[in-house]
């Protein structure tokens, strides 16, 4: 069986031998959520006898948590493919787990042990998989028989310094995820994709065998299926945001500077600060002076935005395969301008997809920009919750 084979096997379920800086404040506090560990993962790895890589596991730094294990698992059949299975490019990911939740990486090759529900959720542009982090944890709360998979993108977080190969487009990046759930022996219920990551979701579905035995809600948040239409005057433009970030040095001694040259530059206060996150501390033996440098690769970055407003993924919007529902959401105050003949082209999509078995739905959510689960998690929360709602692990 191919490579590729064997992902879009996982992916339908066969097994083979698988956040703004503002979340926080507009979230209301949570008690404390009585899950299964987080599982975070980041290259490099070293395999044990099970063929199950690891890194300090309840020792690494990385993961902060004294309750988080660090790990990966590597699909012995994918492994025989090098480029499908070389640990320095897997993608970097965290996985959550609700309560109720009995699988980990011990159980996976135990079939009699049923997966849990598995939701999986892709940032977009300049962002990374803590931008979902405390939006992730009330889902894992309010619906503890589901787990959810936070991934950084490739050129993003924890993914940058993987050794991705180029071109850096929408497909590509659709690819590496298809491979990385592959890889986990996981079958997502649910794809959830924000902006940028809104049309890697829809082409996860196109690059999937068809039709989908089981049925897959898919969430395109914030972004439409072909032309881009971002900015205006006196808003944020992302082209013109990677293309000023070019210009930064790669290392600066200070996130407060970072922040008043944005804004100078034109762009808001929310879009600066939130920026900056993707500044991390660089270590200097034997200097007392602090500096920061970006943990993204920006001209990948760069190929892969080009990518994002050229792609056109409407095709499979208008030939849904059956089993796949796919739901748009519009924020009220995007800051993509979503054209009428857009709306239109999804409504007509809504009754088509109906008469052949796959469904796609449009929903707006109020009082929102475009960073939808930092302007209003609630209302976000709200609509995405009908998804886990009613599935039985």
Same mark, same amino acid.
């Given at each position: 069986?191919?490579?590729?084979?064997?992902?879009? +096997?996982?992916?339908?379920?066969?097994?083979?031998?698988?956040?703004?800086?503002?979340?926080?404040?507009?979230?209301?506090?949570?008690?404390?959520?009585?899950?299964?560990?987080?599982?975070?993962?980041?290259?490099?790895?070293?395999?044990?006898?099970?063929?199950?890589?690891?890194?300090?596991?309840?020792?690494?730094?990385?993961?902060?948590?004294?309750?988080?294990?660090?790990?990966?698992?590597?699909?012995?059949?994918?492994?025989?493919?090098?480029?499908?299975?070389?640990?320095?490019?897997? *993608?970097?990911?965290?996985?959550?787990?609700?309560?109720?939740?009995?699988?980990?990486?011990?159980?996976?090759?135990?079939?009699?042990?049923?997966?849990?529900? $598995?939701?999986?959720?892709?940032?977009?542009?300049? %962002?990374?998989?803590?931008?979902? %982090?405390?939006?992730?944890?009330?889902?894992?709360?309010?619906?503890?028989?589901?787990?959810?998979?936070?991934?950084?993108?490739?050129?993003?977080?924890?993914?940058?310094? *993987?050794?991705?190969? %180029?071109?850096?487009?929408?497909?590509? $990046?659709?690819?590496?995820?298809?491979?990385?759930?592959?890889?986990?022996?996981?079958?997502? /219920?649910?794809?959830?994709?924000?902006?940028?990551?809104?049309?890697?979701?829809?082409?996860?579905?196109?690059?999937?065998?068809?039709?989908?035995?089981?049925?897959?809600?898919?969430?395109?948040?914030?972004? $439409?299926?072909?032309?881009?239409?971002?900015?205006?005057?006196?808003?944020?433009?992302?082209?013109?945001?990677?293309?000023?970030?070019?210009?930064?040095?790669?290392?600066?001694?200070?996130?407060?500077?970072?922040?008043?040259?944005?804004?100078?530059?034109?762009?808001?206060?929310?879009?600066?600060?939130?920026?900056?996150?993707?500044? /991390?501390? $660089?270590?200097?033996?034997?200097?007392?002076?602090?500096?920061?440098?970006?943990?993204?690769? *920006?001209?990948?970055?760069?190929?892969?935005?080009?990518?994002?407003?050229?792609?056109?993924?409407?095709?499979?919007?208008?030939?849904?395969?059956?089993?796949?529902?796919?739901?748009?959401?519009? +924020?009220?105050?995007?800051?993509?301008?979503?054209?009428?003949?857009?709306?239109?082209?999804?409504?007509?999509?809504?009754?088509? +997809?109906?008469?052949?078995?796959?469904?796609?739905?449009?929903?707006?959510?109020?009082?929102?920009?475009?960073?939808?689960?930092?302007?209003?998690?609630?209302?976000?929360?709200?609509?995405?919750?009908?998804?886990?709602?009613?599935?039985?692990?």
């Amino acid at each position: 069986m191919s490579f590729l084979s064997n992902i879009t +096997a996982s992916f339908l379920g066969e097994r083979p031998a698988l956040t703004s800086p503002h979340a926080q404040l507009k979230l209301q506090p949570l008690a404390p959520i009585n899950s299964r560990p987080s599982i975070r993962i980041a290259p490099p790895f070293q395999k044990d006898a099970f063929g199950v890589s690891r890194i300090g596991i309840g020792r690494s730094s990385r993961c902060g948590r004294k309750r988080s294990v660090c790990m990966t698992l590597i699909n012995e059949r994918l492994g025989r493919d090098r480029d499908v299975a070389d640990p320095s490019s897997i *993608l970097a990911y965290e996985l959550v787990q609700g309560k109720h939740v009995n699988w980990s990486s011990m159980v996976v090759l135990n079939r009699s042990i049923p997966e849990p529900p $598995t939701a999986v959720l892709l940032h977009g542009i300049l %962002g990374s998989r803590k931008n979902w %982090g405390t939006f992730v944890r009330r889902l894992a709360q309010e619906f503890p028989t589901w787990q959810f998979v936070l991934v950084d993108l490739r050129c993003h977080g924890d993914s940058a310094s *993987l050794k991705k190969r %180029g071109p850096h487009t929408v497909s590509s $990046t659709a690819l590496d995820v298809l491979k990385l759930i592959a890889q986990l022996r996981i079958t997502p /219920r649910v794809l959830i994709g924000h902006s940028f990551g809104g049309k890697v979701v829809l082409s996860m579905v196109e690059q999937a065998a068809k039709p989908l035995p089981r049925p897959v809600r898919v969430w395109v948040l914030d972004a $439409t299926p072909g032309k881009v239409r971002a900015g205006g005057d006196g808003e944020d433009h992302p082209g013109k945001l990677i293309s000023f970030l070019k210009k930064l040095p790669k290392e600066v001694s200070s996130k407060r500077d970072i922040v008043n040259a944005l804004i100078q530059e034109g762009f808001s206060k929310d879009v600066a600060q939130w920026v900056v996150m993707n500044l /991390r501390p $660089t270590a200097t033996a034997g200097s007392s002076s602090s500096s920061f440098s970006w943990v993204f690769d *920006l001209e990948g970055i760069s190929e892969m935005y080009q990518s994002y407003e050229e792609t056109n993924l409407w095709k499979v919007v208008e030939a849904l395969p059956r089993g796949v529902h796919v739901n748009f959401l519009k +924020a009220e105050r995007s800051l993509h301008r979503w054209a009428l003949e857009d709306l239109q082209r999804i409504h007509a999509a809504e009754e088509t +997809a109906a008469d052949e078995g796959g469904g796609v739905e449009m929903h707006v959510l109020e009082d929102a920009g475009h960073w939808v689960h930092a302007d209003n998690p609630d209302g976000l929360f709200r609509i995405l919750s009908f998804s886990f709602k009613g599935v039985k692990a």
